[in-house]
């Protein structure tokens, strides 16, 4: 049966193009595969090949004719043995399918942006009183969390640069090789991108890796892993798969590692749908976190911090111990302003709240504890009460967390404002080796008292 | 470049039997008709964005696909129409996704490159040219770790295997004795640069040897090679003696990509090899002369065009994506 020829689209962007020239005549028999003619789109002359055998009958639009939209009919091919006169019959017009109609966005239209679902309230998530607490350090919380868990869920296991054998390059893995075995605790070779990608491709076939980075500067050497493959693909297979993976490590400025070993990556990962990302302060938020974090089924960033991991702090000692992730902590209550941070920026921040108390200034000091999903609903609950809100955070302020946390307070409490938020952040620079200078460029406690006295007006 | 490779034994018999060489015809055939089809409807405006042929590619699927097992997990790259289709997903779910609809294997939210069965333990369809080598490592760690038998299949081209992360890959199966079979799909063209121009390395079934994976180079053109050493191949991964590397020569006859001009080779490349090396025919030849009547090939052509036909007009009226599937699947549980 005689067929229509029509313009291909030979790009994603292509609408139209010029028929340079044709390969073929009328009458020539074709072969699939053979080039028939030349077509010159935006980019490049492209050969064009037919896609099945026959004869071409009639040639509708000669060489050289510009502008020939996609899916126009430029020839008619027979079927072998077809005479020319077979085309005749052909609704040339009608038959050639249209490009189907992409909706032009017109500027001003009434349509908005389509909303997401309604946020689910963090009121919801109540932490339960836990009695009984213990006084240990943030390294002991994360290493009885992931042993907690691994006894919890045989599908649990730990991999990375030195977690086994010398038990830890920060010694958080310690004894868990001897209770859980090689099998379970594994060391890796230093490839930060091939073992996080098989460890990405493990979790979507059914078992739950915790990976560690020996600090998170060196996630980006597998960025791509953390990113395009555990965050987009339950996304990209309609919800097939699954990819239930940790990935922890201290993250920002330790002390005088100098600018490669000195970064928060807490921006970075928080930007990202698909990930959630915690960063605990205390020992209970390490506890509680990391457990949440690896029952998660999805993939979590956890980030630490290498200088709170001697520090010691109470912790629930209860053995079903374990956090919401997605709810900040009211860590102090003061109805003067709100102080959000994360991290190790929560005991800065805690630091100033005691010295504003001194000058009779009550800070509501706020532990975001979760970066992604953020509990906009306690932050906004408290500013509504204080009317002054201050982001404190170690990482670089253009596009921050604080670009972040400041943006929901106007946008969700304006009304309530008596002053611009504020943001306190490192300063932005790569962070320097010398101790008087990374002295500088790290937040401290006075940061925070004159952002805030400046917002009372002094 | 047939010297080069192991040719299949044949002195002992056919290395395939009836019932598999017309496995293999029908499967190679489907590929290469869904293929076309795909480009047409690619040419007409329907498939969008980035759209990668298979075709002339066909034996290495179907061969290898005649020596996987039940449970058996494969990961490719984007070129992943065929691995699609022979891992048993169906032409109408491959289709619909390529066309953006509801009904293909993404709900419309994957595309040519993106697209995954957890039924048919296949893990996609990959972007990031290089990525699957490392993920498809760690679906031999997920049937090392749960002692369940599998092995897992790690297609990628020529142009991956210079990626850092391959070689990171190649070490950790390597150590960890993971049962992993690699698959090099050198089709000669990293989208345009000829392998010459990208590989100091000659021989990339070498390229494995320093961390003493096991590996065969292999006439990727004709199914019945790809069979045997694959079968070889995979009985050394599933008696847990660790990965193996099969380098499979081969060549795609179509573009990159849909918006490829290929300038970069002769058209007289292409049809030499169209004309001589032809995986499909080629087999249909083999199977001739060992009597298969012409009415199975009849028959198939017409049923492959039926399957292929069928897949087109799903995918063509399955509708759009809802717009409330915008938000859905970002995350398990929500």
Known sequence: ?458 | MGSMTDAPNRQNGPVLSKEEMERAYREMLLVRRFEEKAGQLYGMGLIGGFCHLYIGQEAVVAGIGLAMKKGDRSITSYRDHGQMLVAGMTARGVMAELTGRSGGYSHGKGGSMHMFSKEQEFYGGHGIVGAQVALGTGLALTSAYKKDGAISIVYFGEGASNQGQVYESFNLAALHKLPCLYVIENNRYGMGTSIERASASKDLSKNATPWGIPSRKVDGMDVAAVYQAAKEAMEHCRSGKGPFLLEMETYRYRGHSMSDPAKYRQRSEVDEMRQTRDPIESLKAEMIKQGIDESFFKTVDHDVKAVVKDAAEFAETSPEPDASELWTDVLVGE
Not at chain 1, 24 to 47: C, F, H, L, Y
Not at chain 1, 187 to 204: K, N, R, Y
Not at chain 1, 316 to 338: Q, S
């Open chain 1, 1 to 458: 049966m005689a067929s229509p020829i029509l313009m291909p689209a030979l790009s994603p962007t292509m609408e139209e193009g010029t028929l340079a020239r044709w390969v073929k005549k009328e009458g020539d028999a074709v072969r699939s595969g053979e080039v028939i003619a030349e077509i010159e789109t935006d980019k490049a002359t492209m050969e064009m090949e037919a896609a099945e055998d026959g004869v071409l009958g009639r040639i509708l639009i000669d060489e050289g004719t510009e502008h020939v939209a996609v899916n126009t009919p430029i020839a008619v091919l027979l079927e072998e043995g077809e005479d020319a006169s077979a085309a005749d019959g052909l609704d040339l017009g009608s038959k050639a399918k249209p490009t189907p109609k992409v909706e032009k966005i017109v500027p001003n239209a009434a349509a908005s942006a389509p909303q997401g679902p309604a946020q689910r309230s963090t009121a919801e998530l109540v932490e339960p009183e836990w009695g009984e607490t213990a006084d240990i350090t943030v390294r002991e919380a994360l290493r009885d969390a992931m042993a907690a868990e691994m006894r919890r869920d045989e599908d649990v296991f730990l991999l990375g640069e030195e977690v086994a054998q010398y038990q830890g390059a920060y010694k958080v893995s310690q004894g868990l090789l001897d209770e859980f075995g090689e099998k379970r605790v594994m060391d890796m070779p230093i490839t930060e991108h091939g073992f996080t990608g098989m460890a990405v491709g493990a979790a979507l076939s059914g078992v739950k890796p915790i990976v560690e980075f020996m600090t998170m500067n060196f996630s980006l050497q597998a960025v791509d892993h953390i990113i395009n493959s555990a965050a987009k693909t339950r996304y990209m297979s309609g919800g097939q798969m699954s990819c239930p993976i940790v990935f922890r490590g201290p993250n920002g400025a330790a002390a005088r590692v100098g600018a490669q070993h000195s970064q928060c990556f807490g921006s970075w990962y928080a930007h990202i749908p698909g990930l959630k990302v915690v960063a605990p302060w205390s020992a209970a938020d390490a506890k509680g976190l990391l457990r949440a974090a690896i029952r998660d089924p999805n993939p979590v960033v956890v980030l630490e911090n290498e200088i709170l991991y001697g520090k010691k702090f109470p912790c629930p000692v209860d053995e079903d111990f374990v956090l919401p992730i997605g709810k900040a902590k009211i860590e102090r209550e003061g109805k003067d302003v709100t102080l959000v941070a994360f991290s190790i920026m929560v005991g800065v921040a805690l630091e100033a709240a005691e010295q504003l108390a001194a000058q009779g200034i009550e800070a509501e000091v706020i532990n975001l504890r979760s970066l992604r999903p953020l509990d906009t609903e306690t932050i906004i609950k408290s500013v509504k009460k204080t009317n002054r809100i201050v982001s404190v955070e170690e990482g670089w302020p253009v596009a921050g967390i604080g670009s972040e946390i400041c943006t929901i307070a106007v946008e969700q409490a304006f009304d309530w404002l008596d002053a611009p938020p504020a943001r306190v952040c490192g300063l932005d620079i790569p962070l320097p080796y010398a101790a008087n200078l990374e002295k500088l460029a790290l937040p401290k406690p006075e940061w925070i008292v004159e952002a805030v006295r400046k917002q009372l007006g002094d």
